[in-house]
């Protein structure tokens, strides 16, 4: 961690970007010589590293992205992120079960709430372009079902069954499951907020 100057900062490119906002955070990447010595095209690289980074965003923060207050804005390059959304909540076709909640007590003994709500997806052929994009393309529909645990709303894990049973009738079945912070411990969040486990 470097501490800068208001010299050094006033140095930083892109700067002029949070000129007129209350808040923001800028990450900027630059001198790429992994990439470089990789391939020899950084380029090509950037460029496939920018789409990557973008979809993983755009589904790991897509409640933020899609809310209609409070709204969460992600440029990349200035290209502004729409988040995916796994469950085509708008498809008509799409079947939402009723949300109910699981008590859990916390490591204080404190009962918590984790709620659970399942979607059905409809099939492929019911899908439109846009499904297909905002679900995150066709390639995945099928082999991301399973639960998506959720931080606080930030997506954690997806895509996993966590060693349950599974057939042909959970083909299209995505379960969303929300937990607070306080359960972090219990479900095996790490620092990173890349694995969960269910406890």
């Known amino acids: 961690m470097v501490e800068l100057t208001s010299e050094d900062i006033s140095r930083i490119y892109h700067l002029d970007f949070l000129a007129d906002k209350d808040a923001g955070t800028i990450v ?3 001198n790429f010589d992994v990439l470089h010595k990789s391939s020899g095209n950084v380029f090509a690289d950037l460029n496939d590293k920018q789409a ?3 979809e993983y965003l755009s589904l790991i ?3 933020f992205l899609n809310r209609i207050t409070n709204k969460l804005t992600i440029k990349i390059n200035e290209f ?3 988040g995916f959304d796994p469950f085509l909540e708008n ?3 799409t079947t939402v079960k009723k949300k109910f909640s699981i008590p859990i007590q916390d490591h204080s003994g404190i009962e918590r709430l984790v709620y659970v709500q399942p979607f059905i997806l409809p099939f492929q052929k019911d899908l439109s372009g846009k499904d297909k994009k905002l679900s995150g393309g066709l390639e995945n529909y099928r082999v991301k079902q399973g639960f998506y645990i959720y931080r606080n709303e930030r997506l954690i894990v997806w895509g996993s069954w966590f060693g349950r049973a599974h057939d042909e009738l959970t083909k ?5 499951v929300d937990i607070p912070n306080t359960l972090d411990d219990i479900w095996g969040i790490d620092i990173k907020k890349q694995t969960a486990s269910i406890p």
């Not at 299209?172 to 969303?176: D, V």
């Open 28 to 30: 900027q990447w630059e």
């Open 52 to 54: 990557s980074t973008s």
């Open 61 to 63: 923060f897509h409640r």
């Open 80 to 82: 502004v992120l729409k």
């Open 91 to 93: 498809n008509p076709k």
């Open 172 to 176: 299209y079945a995505r379960i969303r």
